[in-house]
């Protein structure tokens, strides 16, 4: 109430309000304040201070409010504006969204404005409320929603992928939850092979269908193998029929909760043949008494048996996993090329001496043999060691007529050509050999000749040429 008990609202009306007070609330309760003439002619712009994006609509003063709003707007415009105009005094229309394209204000700006009449003059204010937020929200909930219609839209394709894949392998497999065991999915191969329809297969446990031949929990038994370094399939009967199968698992995480995919393979006799030759090849591998190590193409170690640590006198295959086998050999990677380059270019390799030493022992004479096997994409190398220094030691030393031979051999370089060289060399060589395989056979020609894929009568040749035959032989 004013100083004399008048109160300042009265049926509706409100008190005088200076201009610069009313040009104050208008920019506090609205974004922009415009106030037009009948014909659209702008007569003055109050802009919230807050509110920099709409400082450029002071350019409109004196213009026409259409040359600041996008095509699509003017007509909205005249519409609502003469809507309001038809009115008269009382008229009320319902607010409108028009685009701004004014100068620095970019062109899809929109702005929700509602008409006033502020005097008799004719003079209407436009109060305008900024909806670029409005409008943001609304594009990030479209982009949002095209992305969510595109993930289903993926998510159906991987998902009818899968199920064409399942239906199609020959192979039975089923998902399974470690949880509680039960089964989550499975393809009609492992309903035909489990005695159950492939839409019954859910919700049923794994351990109603298949009995484990080993005493224990059937899905702790998967799950451990799953994990180990070195899984083998877990041997089961189904309870219909009471099929011999082998179980493969392969454990994984999804959507937080452990899966375990089992393929199941039904145990025929040839399959339990395969099975006990397997079996048969891992002891082979681990109690044999030669030395076994498997390596990648670039000589890492990925496994050793117990031969190849007593070999080197390691405790344990820890110690030289990761490891390159370049490290335990003589010659280090001269020895590890020779050995892959041939074994990759002719599939094996036999009989390669060289040495062997451990980090604390010292080298021992080895014959290697090496094998390229295929590993998926990947090629790796397995090399079996066998330790000879034993029978080195039976081994007569070699004649020094031929260390004599390799010296004269050696001093020839620069007094002679290379193809001289190369046949005094070819010579050397040829001359061991003979020697080693006479020895070895304890002078038996025949066995000699044998050895080294002569004939008896082109051996004796060779010993008369390198003068290797006794008086009593030349008789």
């Not at 392969?250 to 397997?278: H, N, W």
Request: hydrophobic share 40%; aromatic share 6%.
């Amino acid at each position: 109430m004013t100083s004399r008990g008048a109160k300042y609202w009265n049926s509706g009306a409100i008190p005088l309000i200076a201009p610069e007070i009313l040009g104050d609330i208008i920019t506090q309760i609205s974004d922009v304040g415009v106030v037009v003439s009948e014909t659209g002619s702008v007569l003055s712009v109050l802009v919230n201070p807050m509110n920099d994006s709409f400082q450029a609509l002071h350019g409109l003063e004196g213009q026409d409010f259409r040359t600041g709003l996008t095509s699509e707007s003017v007509e909205k415009f005249d519409e609502r504006l003469q809507s309001f105009l038809e009115g008269g005094e009382t008229g009320n229309v319902r607010p409108i969204e028009l685009n701004h394209s004014y100068g620095q204000v970019s062109p899809d700006f929109p702005v929700r404005y509602s008409f006033h009449r502020i005097g008799p003059d004719g003079a209407i204010l436009l109060l305008g409320r900024d909806l670029k937020p409005v409008a943001e929200m609304q594009q990030q909930l479209v982009k949002a929603q095209i992305a969510l219609e595109r993930d289903y839209e993926a998510q159906r394709e991987s998902d009818t992928r899968y199920r064409v894949l399942m239906e199609a392998s020959r192979e039975a497999y089923v998902f399974v939850s470690v949880h509680d065991g039960r089964i989550v999915e499975g393809n009609t191969a492992a309903g035909a092979l489990l005695g159950r329809r492939r839409d019954d297969l859910p919700e049923a446990g794994l351990s109603e269908l298949c009995e484990p031949k080993r005493k224990g929990d059937l899905i702790e038994t998967l799950r451990t193998q799953a994990l180990s370094d070195r899984p083998v399939p877990v041997d089961a009967l189904v309870r219909h029929g009471k099929e011999p199968v082998s179980l493969v698992p392969t454990i994984f995480r999804s959507a937080g909760e452990r899966m375990l995919l089992v393929r199941i393979e039904p145990l025929s006799e040839g399959k339990v043949s395969q099975d006990a030759l397997s079996n048969r090849l891992i002891d082979l591998y681990q109690s044999g008494p030669d030395a076994i190590v498997f390596t990648d193409a670039g000589g890492t170690i990925l496994s050793a048996n117990e031969g190849f640590l007593d070999l080197i006198d390691t405790a344990h295959d820890l110690s030289v996993k990761g490891r390159s086998l370049t490290e335990f050999l003589h010659r280090g990677s001269v020895d590890l090329r020779v050995l892959s380059e041939n074994a990759a270019r002719a599939g094996r390799m036999r009989m390669y001496a060289t040495k062997v030493m451990g980090d604390y022992t010292r080298p021992r004479s080895v014959e290697i043999a090496a094998t390229a096997l295929d590993a998926g994409e990947a090629q790796i190398f397995a090399y079996v060691i066998r330790d000879v220094s034993r029978a080195e030691t039976v081994r007569s030393a070699a004649s020094p007529v031929s260390d004599e031979g390799m010296r004269s051999v050696m001093e020839l370089v620069g007094s002679a050509t290379l193809k001289e060289i190369v046949s005094e060399t070819t010579n050397v060589v040829e001359k061991m050999c003979i020697e080693t395989a006479v020895e070895l056979t304890m002078n038996n020609r025949v066995a000699a000749a044998e050895m080294l894929g002569l004939s008896r009568q082109s051996l004796y040749v060779k010993l008369r040429k390198y003068g290797l035959l006794s008086r009593d032989d030349e008789a």
